[in-house]
């Protein structure tokens, strides 16, 4: 119904386009006003018809950033992700310098490039037009070249001192109108444009009209006004990027040509981030815009009717009203019910839309596009909660939090807030949305009197002159950011800066009066690194001094670079994807590459720069949202949990075991960014222990913690005075007496006496002994004191009568070992197995809690067999026939019974 209310929109358009008497050129032709006023008037027709009326500093803010106001590390602090030191220090494979905007050896700056090493005075004095930075990849906190960093990448010119891949010309397929060569193309002749006579080949350009935007079939008249509209677009483009977003579509193939018949180049994701170039209107009319567009390293060209690109860039938005080529412009439907239907929230989930429409009512001009990360959800939460990735401020509630990152300022996410702030449908507010903003330069509302608007309530004011310069922090901000090759939003970078530095920028990274490094300044914590002030504070200023970042215009010149090449143009071009990159579209593996550790920067950024554009009086303009959608997503949006029964440990050097035993009960949890998590059933838990193994699987140690709950979180504390407090000596068979299988454990003699005495921090030890139990049970039971199917032995403390029991059946190496014996096993239980483990109970403050040893499995048929293998007993001996015996009753209850009667008949 669409497709057929479409052509009858088509071809009354294409009769007023016939008959229109159009002056050349005009602001906007009468035939253009026209034909846009009439596809309204026609549009609203047709749909009656058919019924379709239709690290984070954080200073001031406390969060973000990679040093705090008092110096400590923030998000972005130092990970092993990509592009990060390894073990020893050195760059990752793949670290590169000088990837954008190297200058050649001449001293010339390059192509887009020109400062030496990211903002840098180039040998001729000038800074080169969008300075480059060294390392793609690094962000701060993290301090080592990214992983993919190459060498002279981009934009390098090359030693005879012609343009790099990239460097100024369109190397593989050019812009139709530009005069280019196309993709694969050795000459102009060769791989022509449209627009410029010449005929491309298969693979390049525009090849369609041969060097028309329009069909053959329209008339001069229209085909001329296509073509001027078509050469201010390509000024237009040729002026800075004009960036689009592809949609409304989970995928979408670019074509070769402006067809549905054509073949695809590639099919792209939604949320692909293309270049529009030119414009072809075919004769439906059909506008079809003619894109570039990066895809797994190389570039492509191709064309994608206007319907599927959102664009809100205020130069082509003013382009397409003057001419009236936005045919498609469809800003809702109603449906039978008479509600307002819009097809770019349709294309989300259900339970992304209730929030998106809301927005939409409050704001028309917004356009929200599915990032169609294709991404599990768990699996993309288990990702980012890997190697130091999600951090969270201290001031975060306990829930949120999974161990100390560094000296107490930051920690490690929880599973539940990273999925709370992760989860894009928590972000749909109009305080939230602005983290999944495109980040490009807007002339229309990126003013420099916004900017200085915004700025008045930090130490950034239009009062104080920026260190180094003659100007103020706001005319640096919109400068740069506004420069061609640059083209990044000045309220992102301004955001960035207040979210690192905080709204004081008390910060030593900005002073400029560090020993060593005077006169040097790194406003965006690039490359800032470590867990401690000294270390964050020393490696963020190497960076700027290695950079040349003298100065306060240098060091935002070197981190708009660092952001604009490193980020926004590799498809991470959202506050929320340079935290989590989940573009499968973009130059970086998911998961990697990400500018910030600290989780909540996004939603603290997005809304400063809700605020920017209040300030500016923007908030009504268009914006495009890319908004990330996931695999088997919860049917809500993940709300904040009011309590948390997560433990947490970090477990000793030589512990790798993710079995955590809570109150002697065994819990397997998950081990990452060096801490051990298991989720315990309620909030009772006074004990953590965790043993420790050799490679037979024989426990060599154990570790313990007391355990406090304060109703919403648990707290682990390590009890290092209490460590190896019992200990497993192995098993034997008693052989004389009533034999039987015997335990030993053993418990430090000099510990034994100070718990008895004065106590160890804070414990004293009332009694300890053994448990014993038939280990199928284990299954069902929990092998603990007062358990069921549990039989104890006491070795030390007061017996049921009240007598104090102390026995030590041999001192060896300072410990003294007790033991406990199971005897009267029959003939037929020798081949069963039985557990044993130790126990202590300790008091502290009137309250009594039980310390549990491993647990040890043995049946005494395996163990006469390993006496009698290993030779410990000579053969013709007691012992020796004792043990035979032994083994030989257990064999026989295994051999069949041999009936000696008939068989029935």
């Known amino acids: 119904m669409k497709k057929r209310m479409k052509h009858i929109l088509g071809v009354a358009l294409a009769g007023i386009l016939l008959c229109a008497d159009i002056q050349w050129p005009a602001p906007k032709t009468a035939a253009a006003q026209e034909w ?119 934009g390098a010119v090359s030693e005879t001192g012609q343009p790099g891949v990239g460097a100024g010309v369109q190397e593989s397929g050019t812009a139709p109108g530009m005069g280019q060569p196309g993709a694969g193309a050795d000459s102009q002749e060769s791989a022509g444009a449209a627009g410029t006579g010449q005929q491309g080949d298969a693979g390049a350009g525009n090849t369609y009209g041969a060097g028309r935007r329009t069909s053959e079939n329209a008339d001069e008249e229209t085909a001329e006004w296509i073509r001027l509209a078509g050469e201010a677009l390509t000024e237009l483009a040729a002026e ?42 075919d004769e439906e009319p059909q506008v079809w815009e003619y894109v570039r567009l990066d895809f797994e390293g190389r570039e492509i060209y191709g064309y994608v009717p206007r319907t599927y690109l959102a664009c809100a860039d205020s130069r082509f938005l003013a382009w397409e009203e003057q001419y009236g080529l936005n045919l498609d412009a469809e800003t809702y439907v109603v449906d039978e019910n008479g509600n307002k239907v819009y097809s770019d929230i349709q294309q ?8 998106l429409l ?61 999925k709370q702030q992760m989860d894009p449908r928590n972000g749909l507010t109009e305080k939230g949305i602005f983290q999944f903003e495109q980040l490009t330069f807007n002339k229309e509302y990126h003013t420099e009197a916004a900017v200085k608007a915004f700025l008045n309530n930090t130490f950034m004011h239009d009062g104080q002159v920026a260190p180094g310069t003659d100007m103020t922090y706001a005319t640096i901000f919109w400068a740069i950011a506004k420069e061609e090759g640059r083209e990044v939003s000045p309220f992102h970078l301004v955001a960035r800066v207040i979210q690192e530095q905080g709204h004081q920028g008390t910060s030593p990274m900005i002073s400029g009066t560090c020993k060593g490094y005077e006169g040097y300044y790194n406003y965006f914590n690039v490359g800032a690194t470590g867990k ?36 926004i ?15 499968p579209n973009g130059t970086y593996p998911v998961y990697t590459h990400q500018y910030m550790q600290n989780i909540s920067a996004p939603s603290s950024e997005g809304a400063n720069i809700k605020k920017l554009y209040e300030t500016a009086g923007a908030l009504e303009n268009s914006f495009v949202f890319k908004i990330p959608v996931y695999e088997n997503m919860p049917p809500e949006a993940c709300g904040e949990p009011k309590v948390s029964t997560n ?6 050097k030589g512990y790798g075991d993710t079995t955590l035993w809570l109150d002697g009960v065994a ?120 358990g069921q199917k549990i039989v104890e032995s006491l070795a030390y403390g007061l017996d049921s009568s009240g007598r104090l029991q102390d026995v030590i059946f041999e001192t060896v190496a300072g410990r003294h070992r007790y033991t406990s014996v199971l005897v009267g096993i029959p003939a037929s239980q020798y081949k069963t197995q039985y557990a044993f483990r130790g126990y202590a109970v300790l008091e502290k403050n009137g309250t009594q809690v039980i310390v549990y040893g491993p647990v040890v499995v043995r049946n005494i048929y395996g163990l006469a067999k390993q006496l009698i293998e290993k030779g410990s007993y000579e053969p013709g001996t007691d012992a020796y026939a004792f043990l035979q015996k032994l083994i030989s009753d257990a064999d026989a209850f295994d051999k069949p019974t041999v009936s000696s009667g008939n068989a029935a008949r």
């Open 36 to 154: 846009s006023e009439g596809a309204g008037r026609e549009s609203e027709a047709q749909k009656s018809d058919y019924g379709l009326d239709m690290l984070p500093s954080g200073a001031g803010t406390q969060e973000g950033g990679a040093v705090s106001e008092t110096g400590q590390p923030g998000a972005g602090a130092g990970t092993q992700e990509s592009g990060t030191a390894s073990e020893t220090g050195q760059p990752e494979a793949g670290a590169g310098t000088q990837e954008s905007g190297t200058a050649s050896e001449t001293g010339q700056p390059g192509a887009g490039a020109g400062t030496q090493e990211g903002g840098a005075v180039s040998e001729t004095g000038q800074p080169g037009a969008g300075a480059g930075v060294q390392e793609s990849g690094t962000a701060p906190g993290m301090g080592q070249p990214g992983a993919g960093a190459g060498t002279q990448e981009s």
């Open 667 to 786: 819990y397997t949890g998950e081990l990452r960014n060096g801490n051990l998590i298991v989720t315990a059933p309620d909030g009772k838990a006074k004990t953590a222990v965790l043993y420790k193994y050799d490679g037979s699987g024989i426990p060599t140690g154990m570790y313990l913690w007391s355990l406090s709950y304060n109703g919403t979180a648990y707290t682990a504390t390590p009890e290092t005075g209490l460590e190896d407090l019992l200990t497993y000596h192995g098993f034997s068979i008693r052989i004389t007496g009533k034999s039987g299988l015997r335990f030993k454990t053993g418990i430090s003699a000099s510990l034994r006496a100070a718990l008895t005495a004065a106590g160890v921090n804070g414990y004293r030890l009332k009694e300890y002994g053994t448990l014993i139990m038939n280990d199928a049970n284990r299954a069902q039971y929990p092998m603990i004191k007062g």
């Open 348 to 355: 989300f989930p259900e339970s992304y839309r209730p929030a």
């Open 532 to 567: 401690t002030q000294a270390e964050v504070l020393k490696t963020g200023l190497e960076y700027a001094k290695k950079h040349g970042w003298k100065g306060a215009y240098y060091s935002i010149l070197g981190g708009a670079d660092f952001i604009s090449a490193n980020y």
């Open 358 to 418: 809301e927005l939409k009512k409050k704001h028309p001009n917004w356009i929200f596009a599915k990032l169609n990360t294709t991404l599990d959800w768990e699996t993309t939460i288990r990702n980012e909660l890997k190697d130091g990735k999600s951090l969270v401020y201290y001031t975060f509630p306990d829930w949120a939090k999974e161990g100390p990152y560094d000296e107490g300022t930051w920690y490690y996410a929880s599973e539940a807030v990273l």
């Open 240 to 281: 800075r990027d004009i960036l689009a977003t592809v949609y409304l579509s989970d995928e979408y193939p670019i074509r070769r040509e402006p067809s549905y018949d054509s073949e695809a180049a590639v099919t792209v994701l939604s949320g692909q981030t293309v270049n529009i170039l030119d414009i072809y209107v």
């Open 569 to 583: 143009k590799k498809g991470q071009d959202t506050l929320y994807l340079q935290k989590f990159n989940v573009n």
């Open 647 to 652: 433990v947490v440990v970090t477990p000793p």
